[in-house]
């Protein structure tokens, strides 16, 4: 059981990126899947989450997270990037359908992807 987050990189202020988070082991369309970043000296935070079975999404800021289950895939797109966001960026499940504001509540991570964003 795994997720994986990839498509990170160094990107222009203004521009954007989609980080996928791909789960190897289980089917994660039954799963709440949410999206996470920690920067340099601050606490992890949760930017998105898309609950299971339903779809429905919770959303903090500009960034959107969809679902393809075809390819056992979550993605978060974003764009109008900023240097405020550069970070790693996790994926985690609760192993619940709904998803949860609190951090806690995901036990299972993927391990990361960098994002820069500078010029």
């Known amino acids: 059981v795994q997720l994986q987050a990839s498509g990170g990189g160094l990107v222009q202020p203004g521009g954007s990126l989609r980080l996928s988070c791909a789960a190897s082991?289980?089917?994660?369309?039954?799963?709440?899947i949410g999206w996470f970043r920690q920067a340099p000296g601050k606490e992890r935070e949760e930017l998105s989450c898309?609950?299971?079975?339903e779809g429905t999404t919770l959303v903090k800021g500009r960034f959107t997270v969809s679902r393809d289950n075809a390819k056992n895939t979550v993605y978060l797109q974003m764009n109008g990037l900023k240097p405020e966001d550069t970070a790693v960026y996790y994926c985690?499940?609760?192993?619940?359908?709904?998803?949860?504001?609190?951090?806690?509540?995901?036990?299972?991570w993927g391990q990361g992807t960098q994002v820069t964003v500078s010029s």
């Open positions: 898309i609950s299971g079975s």
């Open positions: 082991g289980f089917t994660l369309d039954y799963y709440a």
């Open positions: 985690a499940t609760n192993w619940r359908s709904l998803c949860s504001v609190y951090i806690a509540d995901f036990t299972s």
